[in-house]
């Protein structure tokens, strides 16, 4: 591949001390395969102390982390040429840019989990997105008022038909998505595996959620659920801060970083995750996978609630809004749940 140079840009809007900007990972004119590393760093702009730091791509929306002045994250994006911009704003709001150019020789599409996590004699339920009795319900626990409708449509698809999700919403408001399939009781170990696709419409995204239930022998319903986080900027997980009987949902940072917003637009992204429950319903949180990057998660919680229900596996995938109204585009495809 011809090797193309960029001429580093440092950028100060207002009067800012030089180099106020620092970018580790990668350097101006690197070739890099997607996702790639991201570090960068700024103490001050404009002599004054930095209060938030963020990123974009080329003219795309910006991601910034407040109360921060470093970036250690990964950023996937197309094949070709980009711009990585990192900003900086002081307390006076005025802002520090830097800016590298990279050009991405290769896109990871296909990063998967090693397969070894799995093992052979688990049961496997495929194409989950493509059943029919999926249904769309307002989330009480969330703002405002949101309404969804649902379609399979066969593009944009990654297996051939995905689940195309629309959503409005007012006030933070959030739709959930759920549907049942299978009544297993026994399975203790569970691996989520599905590919979701994001349009411009997700600059509405607050949180993006994957959670699963299974109803336990004891009649207890343990909740496994994993969100995406666009408030924190984390991976999350729930846990039962009270008793099954008595509960307390409550959900938990990992620190592991994600945010929907910062998503590669127009690009399937593989999203993977692995947990397990002992017979009295507490969880161990292990492992997620972002486009086949794993990270550690290893947190142990009670997730059991005494719900009262029927023997039932079943799945939410929610949508929550940012801000005061706007709408989503989200789809799923090839969503797959193993259990053992």
């Known amino acids: 591949m011809k090797f193309i140079f960029y001429p580093l840009m440092i950028v100060f809007v207002f009067t800012a001390t030089a180099f106020a900007v620092s970018i580790t990972t990668p350097y101006n004119g690197e070739h890099v395969s997607s996702p790639f590393t991201l570090v960068a760093s700024a103490a001050t702009c404009s002599s004054l102390a930095v209060t938030a730091i963020g990123y974009s791509l080329d003219y795309g929306s910006t991601t910034m982390f407040k109360g921060k002045t470093n970036i250690d994250t990964t950023v996937s994006t197309s094949a070709g040429t980009h711009t990585v911009h990192v900003k900086a704003w002081n307390d006076k709001g005025q802002v520090c840019v830097a800016d590298v150019g990279i050009d991405v020789t290769s ?9 070894s996590i ?12 493509l059943l029919s009795n999926w249904k769309g319900v307002h989330d009480s626990g969330t703002g405002g008022w949101s309404s969804g409708s649902m379609s ?5 698809a990654y297996s051939g038909v995905s689940r195309k999700f629309a959503t409005s919403y ?30 411009d419409s997700a600059i509405h995204i607050a949180n993006l959620e994957f959670d699963l239930y299974q109803t ?23 846990e039962n801060l009270g008793t099954p009987t008595s509960p307390k949902g409550h959900w938990a940072h990992t620190g592991v970083w994600c945010n929907p917003r910062s998503w590669t637009r127009y690009k399937w992204h593989h999203v993977q995750m692995e947990y397990s429950r002992d017979n009295y319903g507490t969880i161990t949180y292990k492992y997620v996978w972002f486009d086949g990057v794993q990270k550690s998660i290893w947190h142990t919680v009670l997730g059991a609630y005494a719900a009262g229900w029927s023997p ?19 789809y799923l495809d090839d969503l797959t749940v193993k259990r053992w």
Do not use: K
């Open 312 to 330: 039932t596996l079943l799945t939410n995938f929610q949508v929550d809004g940012l801000g005061s109204s706007g709408s989503q585009v989200v």
């Open 107 to 115: 896109v990871t599409d296909n990063a998967t989990a090693d397969p």
């Open 152 to 156: 399979l449509v066969g593009s944009p």
């Open 170 to 199: 007012s006030n933070y408001g959030g739709e959930r998505y759920w549907v049942t399939f299978g009544d297993n009781t026994t399975s203790t170990n569970f691996f989520y595996d599905g590919w979701v696709y994001l349009t």
């Open 216 to 238: 336990m022998p004891n009649g207890q319903t343990v909740i496994f659920g994993v969100q995406c986080d666009g408030y924190s900027s984390t991976w999350d997980f729930t």
């Open 118 to 129: 799995v093992p052979s004699t688990a049961v496997s339920v495929s194409g989950i997105q």
